[in-house]
């Protein structure tokens, strides 16, 4: 079983506002990835870290949203201005090396109202 | 671009009977994706199911099977007899060589006692 842990499971926030979650990879593993689930099931890649170091990124993420893996702190994703197609699923997982066995959070599920 | 197309669900089948979920890739910018099948139980994060880094070569997990098909473009779920509990979303995916997955919509099963 997993053992990345997303916070918050649910989050609501207003249109304009800023939203934030957190996940704690697997112990042990420096490299994580940030997915967006919407609601038609379909996933998109947002970013991925090694250590603290950014490895990939969409446009999206570089202008809108903000990702940071702090040492000895949980990873987080920040969407500066909530907009209504932001509503998703955010997923978070982790793995041991770039191309090893990547393990998902049970997410953190965002409503935009 | 590079993406996966599956079989629509839900399927619904009975217990102990057979399974196929139907999943062709197109991989235009990795020479040499890997294929992937995850799942999602109720309540549960998606987990790895089973994977294939070789065209050819066929991964196997919890009686279920799939076989790397380069010719085809195809890497088709199948089980022998499925049980109860194997009701869940499955989801086909490829990435490449840092991870980066690219998943397909997911098809629910609902396997009936």
């Known amino acids: 079983n997993s053992k990345v842990i997303q916070t918050p499971r649910y989050l609501v926030k207003g249109q304009g506002q800023k939203a934030k979650m957190r996940c704690i990879p697997e112990?042990?593993?420096?490299?994580v990835f940030w997915y967006q689930q919407n609601k038609n099931n379909e996933f998109k890649f947002l970013i991925n870290?090694?250590?603290?170091?950014?490895?990939?990124q969409i446009d999206m993420t570089e202008k809108r949203f903000s990702a940071e893996c702090p040492s000895n702190s949980p990873c987080s994703l920040e969407i500066q201005s909530s907009e209504a197609g932001d509503s998703a699923l955010y997923l978070c997982?982790?793995?041991?090396?770039?191309?090893?066995?990547?393990?998902f959070g049970k997410g953190t599920r965002l409503t935009v109202v | 671009g590079d993406s996966v197309t599956q079989t629509e669900g839900p399927v619904t089948v009975s217990e102990s009977e057979s399974l196929i979920i139907n999943c062709t890739y197109s991989?235009?910018?990795?020479?040499?994706?890997?294929l992937f099948w995850y799942v999602r139980y109720p309540g549960e994060g998606l987990q790895l199911l089973l994977k294939?880094?070789?065209?050819?070569q066929k991964g196997s997990s919890r009686g279920f099977e799939a076989t790397y098909n380069k010719e085809t473009t195809s890497f088709h779920l199948q089980k022998a007899s499925v049980q109860e509990s194997d009701s869940a979303v499955y989801y086909c995916?490829?990435?490449?060589?840092?991870?980066?997955?690219?998943f397909g919509d997911g098809t629910q099963l609902v396997v009936k006692p």
């Open positions: 997982a982790s793995s041991l090396q770039v191309n090893t066995e990547v393990f």
């Open positions: 995916a490829l990435g490449d060589h840092n991870n980066r997955i690219f």
């Open positions: 294939v880094i070789t065209a050819g």
């Open positions: 112990k042990g593993h420096p490299v």
């Open positions: 991989a235009t910018s990795i020479a040499y994706p890997n």
């Open positions: 870290f090694q250590n603290q170091e950014v490895l990939q």
